[in-house]
């Protein structure tokens, strides 16, 4: 198995205001690091995950702090292993809420009878966002990506079967 190269990002933010190490700590998880050991936050080794660890970094001065990004391998291959579980594992678990989620709209769209909720519609709106930041961190390609996806096609082609047959009534509307 090929080795990962990690980027680690090592931070202090002073204790006050707590608000600093709120965000930071927020953004951490936003972005889907996971925490090495106490103020060392690990991404792979990717463009995106630099960019990201820089701009934080970045804010992290300016927020009075201090921070710098290494390089990281490890030297034991079982220790790389449990760090990449939990990488998959944070993925693993977004997308098995994505995938039921994506199966309540697939019924939901079933319904001929009734159409989209303005909240219904939000509801779809977010989900699609949270498979797309959910895909973004999804650095060692879980398998259930593809299902998930192919769910939300279905529920785009629902969705535009829903508009195409609502635009046929306002249009029989507008003849009459």
Known sequence: MPRTVWLALSYNVPINPSKARVYVWRKLKEIG??????GVALL???????QQFSA??????QLGGEASIVELRFTDPNDEAQMTA???????????ELLSDSANVLLMLKRPEQPLT??????IRQMVKRYR???????FKASEAKE???GINEII????????????????????
Request: glycine share 4%.
């Open 33 to 38: 690091a996971e925490y090495f050991k106490q």
């Open 44 to 50: 792979p080794n990717t463009a995106q995950s630099m």
């Open 56 to 61: 934080l970094a970045q804010k992290i001065r």
């Open 86 to 96: 939990r990488f998959k594992k944070q993925v693993d678990d977004e997308y098995t």
């Open 118 to 123: 303005a909240q219904e519609t939000e509801r």
């Open 133 to 139: 930041k959910t895909r973004s961190r999804d650095f």
């Open 148 to 150: 998930i996806e192919t």
């Open 157 to 176: 082609d629902g969705v535009k079967g829903i508009a195409s047959d609502l635009g046929k009534q306002l249009r029989k509307m507008m003849d009459v």
